[in-house]
């Protein structure tokens, strides 16, 4: 089943998914991460910087069967031994090379290799400190206060044919994308709703859940502390199944 149908079922039946987000940048973190790879739904694959995804991918297909996805920082970050590319455009961007260049540079290329290629959304939302995305991009995060931005950026990448809307805190942030935002966006949208950014415990993800994420994406906390994974996993299927 292609990545993106399994991921439109699960919104279906109102089960929500977790994806470990991993860096391939960061070989001694990874490689804490194989005994764990089987426990989340989804690996997303991808950083700010560097092009190791290749290797990356092919390491990691030796730990798991999971859906390995290419969550891509900038062009370098392509193989076709992934499952599913998520080809994104930088919403909150008006800068041209965050939303039409790189995909004009890679789209022959991305054809060809015959990936599943799902056109995704992305919302940089402010999380109290600068994110490692917005230094490499030069791009300015959307306040949380303001909702109506928030909300009518979203709507207007589903519109655009978007499959996927990723409201991203930043890594490392120091506030997660706020309950009432997510809520605001869940209410307008019909694709699933990804979140991502300083989620750090069971209870901000069951938060970001309950508020209306159907996937919920937690990097830095599990690159340091691998051994959660599984405490974060039961958590999940206990309260919306498997």
Not at 10 to 22: G, M
Not at 68 to 79: A, D, E, K, R, W
Not at 228 to 235: A, N, S, T, Y
């Amino acid at each position: 089943m292609a990545v993106i149908q399994q991921i439109r079922t699960a919104q279906a039946q109102s089960h929500k998914l977790l994806a470990l987000l991993i860096d391939p940048e960061k070989q001694s973190s990874v490689q804490a991460l194989y005994p764990f790879l089987s426990l989340p739904d989804l690996i997303f694959v991808g950083g700010s910087t560097g092009n190791q995804c290749d290797t990356c991918v092919e390491e990691l297909r030796k730990h798991t069967s999971r859906p390995i996805v290419l969550f891509p920082g900038n062009i370098t970050q392509f193989t076709a031994k992934a499952d599913a590319l998520l080809f994104l455009s930088v919403l909150t961007s008006r800068l041209p090379q965050l939303l039409i260049e790189p995909h004009i540079q890679m789209a022959t290329t991305i054809l060809q290799s015959g990936i599943e290629t799902i056109p995704m959304g992305y919302l940089l939302i402010d999380g109290g400190r600068k994110s490692s995305v917005e230094i490499a991009t030069n791009t300015q995060s959307v306040p949380q206060t303001d909702i109506s931005t928030i909300v009518q950026t979203a709507v207007a990448g589903q519109l655009l044919g978007k499959q996927l809307i990723y409201l991203e805190a930043g890594s490392g942030a120091k506030t997660p994308v706020s309950s009432d935002i997510i809520h605001a966006v869940r209410k307008q949208l019909q694709v699933p709703l990804i979140v991502g950014g300083g989620i750090c415990t069971p209870e901000a993800m069951i938060r970001a859940f309950d508020a209306g994420a159907d996937i919920v994406v937690i990097g830095n906390h599990f690159e340091q502390h691998p051994d959660e994974i599984g405490d974060f996993v039961r958590i999940k299927r206990n309260k919306y199944g498997e």
